[in-house]
């Protein structure tokens, strides 16, 4: 069965500096893997997705994340963190064509000016 | 191109009463699946639909709770006598022939 591990529950980083928020999966066959956003009160919102292909994807908002099969990872990078960037971040894999996401428990990103 | 609709947004029930929650898929999103987030828990998948067929059902609770996806209409989760345990926020994504999920703005339902 797939799983999804996110080792980080909050982080603080100051603005302008770096992001990297960590994930790991589990899953027998090739993963479909995804970062969401999740501010408080509202939905999820897709940041980036990786079917196959190039191991280093963009997403929207200035966020990449590199696919690591070797490590099994996912990890979601920023080089300039907003202030607006705070919120709780969900990594997740699917199945075939992402059918069934399987959510990490999350990252909460706090922000300090 | 209007996204995932969900409504209500807030939904008080008291225990023993039925929960409806809808989703209307984004234009031309043939794909409905229904999760629920529960307080300090992370996203729990629910149930997998398309139009009037249930894929995967596989984290649906076994009584209580039902969901389906009318040829017409909106999905509709229900959850028949609710108890304080189901209070979560419900959430609906759709997503085209196969591709990402996009997920709506969430139910968030109270049982008192």
């Known amino acids: 069965a797939q799983s999804v591990t996110q080792p980080d529950i909050h982080i603080t980083v100051s603005e302008g500096a770096s992001l990297e928020l960590r994930c790991n999966y589990s899953?027998?066959?090739?993963?479909?893997l995804f970062w969401y956003v999740q501010s408080p009160g509202q939905g999820l919102q897709l940041l980036l997705k990786?079917?196959?292909?190039?191991?280093l994807v963009q997403g929207i908002k200035g966020f990449e994340a590199e696919f690591k099969r070797s490590q099994s990872s996912f990890n979601l990078r920023k080089p300039s963190v907003h202030w607006s960037d705070a919120a709780e971040y969900f990594c997740a894999v699917g199945t075939e064509y992402g059918n069934k996401l399987v959510f990490g428990a999350g990252t909460i990103l706090r922000v300090k000016s | 191109n209007a996204g995932v609709m969900q409504n209500p947004r807030h939904l008080v029930r008291r225990r023993g009463q039925e929960a409806r929650l809808r989703c209307s898929p984004m234009?031309?999103?043939?794909?409905v699946y229904w999760y629920r987030q529960l307080p300090e828990e992370g996203l729990k998948f629910m149930v997998y639909?398309?139009?009037?067929?249930?894929?995967?059902e596989s984290g649906m609770p076994k009584e209580r709770f039902s969901a389906e996806f009318p040829k017409e209409g909106p999905s509709i989760l229900r959850i028949q006598q609710v108890v304080r345990g189901d209070s979560a926020a419900y959430f609906c994504?759709?997503?085209?022939?196969?591709?990402?999920?996009?997920f709506g703005p969430g139910t968030r339902l109270t049982v008192t």
């Open positions: 639909l398309q139009k009037e067929n249930i894929i995967d």
């Open positions: 994504a759709s997503s085209p022939l196969a591709g990402e999920q996009y």
């Open positions: 990786y079917f196959s292909g190039d191991t």
């Open positions: 234009k031309g999103h043939s794909h």
């Open positions: 899953y027998g066959a090739t993963p479909y």
